[in-house]
C-alpha cells in the first residue's frame, strides 16, 4: 500500500506572518489521528522559519526548485544541500510554471532531480502536457519525454525515492480539473511506463495530481487506483482548503 501524500505548492505567494499563521492552522487540523503524510513548499525566504515551526509535528517540508549545482559562482541559485540544511525533505523539480516561464528543459530538470537525490531531498518531479497538446492528442508523447529524461539521467531505480506529480497545465490554476478518468488514465500509463523498466518499482511510485484539485473534488480522484495524493496549489494557502484535501486523502 502506497502512502498518500499531500502536498502544498505555496508558489509566490504570503509573508512571514502568514506563512506562521497557515502553518500552525495546518499543523493543528492534522491532529493525531493517522493520516496521509503531508508537506507545504513555502517561497524561499520563509523556509528555514517554517521547518523550524514544523519540526516535532507530521508535518513535511519542501522547495520549489532547486539548482542542479552543488554551489559556486551561479547568483541567486540554492544547492540542493542548502535545502537539507534548513530542515526541507522535498523539492519539486520541472514544475510547469519553470518549464514554461523560465526555460527549463527536461535535460536540466533531470539534472535537478539527480542533484536533488544525491543531497538526500526527495524530488517531486512535475509533468503535463499543455491543452495544446491534449487537445492535438500528444499527452502520452509529452509525458513520457519529461518522464524519459529522468529514467536515462538516473535510472529507473531512482524513482523507488522520488514521486511523481503529473499537472496538466490547462488544469493548473483554472479551476478546470481533469476528470478522475483523465488524470486516471495518464497515472496508469506513468505507472506502465516504470513498470517496463521496474515492475517493483513501479508498484510503489507515489503518483500525485495536480491541478485545480480542491476539497469538493478531491474525492473522486483519490479514489481511482493509481492517483496516490494531490499537489496542490491554490487550495494549499488556507489551511482550512488544505485540511479538506487531506481529510479526503485520509478517507478515500
Ligand atoms: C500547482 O501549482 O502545482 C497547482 C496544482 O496549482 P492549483 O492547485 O492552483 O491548480
Given at each position: 500500500?502506497?502512502?498518500?501524500?499531500?502536498?502544498?505548492?505555496?508558489?509566490?505567494?504570503?509573508?512571514?506572518?502568514?506563512?506562521?499563521?497557515?502553518?500552525?492552522?495546518?499543523?493543528?487540523?492534522?491532529?493525531?489521528?493517522?493520516?496521509?503524510?503531508?508537506?507545504?513548499?513555502?517561497?524561499?525566504?520563509?523556509?528555514?522559519?517554517?521547518?523550524?515551526?514544523?519540526?516535532?509535528t507530521?508535518?513535511?517540508?519542501?522547495?520549489?526548485?532547486?539548482?542542479?549545482?552543488?554551489?559556486?559562482?551561479?547568483?541567486?541559485?540554492?544547492?540542493?544541500?542548502?535545502?537539507?540544511?534548513?530542515?526541507?525533505?522535498?523539492?519539486i523539480?520541472?514544475?510547469?510554471?519553470?518549464?514554461?516561464?523560465?526555460?527549463?528543459?527536461?535535460?536540466?530538470?533531470?539534472?535537478?532531480?539527480?542533484?536533488?537525490?544525491?543531497?538526500?531531498?526527495t524530488?517531486?518531479?512535475?509533468?503535463?502536457?499543455?491543452?495544446?497538446?491534449?487537445?492535438?492528442?500528444?499527452?502520452?508523447?509529452?509525458?513520457?519525454?519529461q518522464?524519459?529524461?529522468?529514467?536515462?539521467?538516473?535510472?529507473?531505480?531512482?524513482?523507488?525515492?522520488?514521486?511523481?506529480?503529473?499537472?496538466?497545465?490547462?488544469?493548473?490554476?483554472?479551476?478546470?480539473?481533469?476528470?478522475?478518468?483523465?488524470?486516471?488514465?495518464?497515472?496508469?500509463?506513468?505507472?506502465?511506463?516504470?513498470?517496463?523498466?521496474?515492475?517493483?518499482?513501479?508498484?510503489?511510485?507515489?503518483?500525485?495530481?495536480?491541478?485545480?484539485?480542491?476539497?469538493d473534488?478531491?474525492?473522486?480522484?483519490?479514489?481511482?487506483?493509481?492517483?496516490?495524493?494531490?499537489?496542490?496549489?491554490?487550495?494549499?494557502?488556507?489551511?482550512?482548503?488544505?485540511?479538506?484535501?487531506?481529510?479526503?486523502?485520509?478517507?478515500?
Amino acid at each position: 500500500m502506497r502512502k498518500r501524500l499531500i502536498a502544498g505548492n505555496w508558489k509566490m505567494n504570503g509573508s512571514a506572518a502568514a506563512s506562521r499563521e497557515l502553518v500552525a492552522g495546518i499543523v493543528d487540523g492534522l491532529g493525531a489521528a493517522e493520516g496521509p503524510e503531508t508537506l507545504v513548499c513555502p517561497p524561499f525566504p520563509y523556509l528555514a522559519a517554517v521547518a523550524a515551526q514544523a519540526e516535532g509535528t507530521p508535518l513535511a517540508v519542501g522547495a520549489q526548485n532547486v539548482s542542479e549545482h552543488a554551489s559556486g559562482a551561479y547568483t541567486g541559485e540554492t544547492a540542493p544541500a542548502m535545502l537539507v540544511d534548513v530542515g526541507c525533505r522535498y523539492v519539486i523539480v520541472g514544475h510547469s510554471e519553470r518549464r514554461s516561464l523560465y526555460g527549463e528543459t527536461s535535460a536540466q530538470v533531470a539534472a535537478k532531480y539527480a542533484a536533488a537525490q544525491s543531497a538526500g531531498l526527495t524530488p517531486i518531479l512535475c509533468v503535463g502536457e499543455s491543452l495544446a497538446e491534449r487537445e492535438s492528442g500528444a499527452t502520452e508523447d509529452v509525458v513520457a519525454e519529461q518522464l524519459d529524461a529522468v529514467l536515462a539521467h538516473s535510472g529507473v531505480a531512482s524513482l523507488a525515492k522520488a514521486v511523481v506529480a503529473y499537472e496538466p497545465v490547462w488544469a493548473i490554476g483554472t479551476g478546470r480539473v481533469a476528470t478522475p478518468e483523465q488524470a486516471q488514465d495518464v497515472h496508469a500509463f506513468i505507472r506502465g511506463r516504470v513498470a517496463d523498466g521496474d515492475a517493483g518499482v513501479a508498484a510503489g511510485l507515489r503518483l500525485l495530481y495536480g491541478g485545480s484539485m480542491k476539497g469538493d473534488n478531491a474525492p473522486g480522484l483519490l479514489a481511482m487506483p493509481d492517483i496516490d495524493g494531490g499537489l496542490i496549489g491554490g487550495a494549499s494557502l488556507k489551511a482550512a482548503d488544505f485540511l479538506a484535501i487531506v481529510a479526503a486523502a485520509a478517507t478515500n
